[in-house]
């Protein structure tokens, strides 16, 4: 009845977030089995839309465990369901596009799908946290195809809808921007906003955002002689909470 459906949407609903947090920690064994839930959850509810964020979140923990085959697998089966919220659709177009990014001989097809999504942003004019998210999401999948200018151009766009609103996504996107201005070869540009990530990676206690910083230091150590590089990678070294580690 309706009252077994409100109660499987709720549930599946927080399941979904559980698995958001669970990925940012790296837990991914366990948020996978937290989507799995999310999932039956979901297809008991009958309801499209909470069907699609449960296949979202599963292509979304598929791809950082680095399983390209499964993630693509569950982002089409999302994009398959019928009667979706276009932004919901939108969603789904991006974590197919990035899944595809893991997949040899898929780089075309995963792009196409990116500029898909690069078009519904275009036709949307909120400020809203999610269309941030999604913005910066696109440019963090143009990163990962090696796609430095486009990734650059996204995270920057993302970074000015988000304002204040979500430190943690800001010092995300700003790592990764930081990495492709430096495999851009822009190092001066990126010493300068390496020392804005300094500033934001005391206010985040996340997996996810010391990932991308060491992935920073990594791409900053063939410019270490670069005098502004230098110090700024001293700065982000002093605030990394993993700076036992090499990098």
Known sequence: ???DKELHVAASSLAVESVYTLNDADRFDIGQ????????????????DTQSRALSVLARVH???GDGGMAVKYAHRGAGLHEL???QHAWLKLRHGWSLSLVNGQEHEARNALDDVRRFLADVHDASLDTGDLMGSVGRAFYDLGDYRRAQDCLEEAMQILGGSSPQLHGIFLARQVAASLR???PEFAA??????????????SAQLNNN?????AASHPWRTVPEVRAARAQLRSVWTDASTPA
């Open 213 to 217: 910083v060491k992935d920073v230091l």
């Open 63 to 65: 791809y950082h465990r």
């Open 85 to 87: 919220p276009r932004r």
């Open 184 to 186: 851009a070869t822009q």
């Open 192 to 205: 300068d906003r390496m020392l804005t990530l300094a500033r934001v990676v005391p206010l985040v206690n």
């Open 1 to 3: 009845d309706s009252r």
């Open 33 to 48: 089995k937290v989507g799995e839930l999310a999932l039956e959850l979901a297809r008991l509810s009958q309801e499209a």
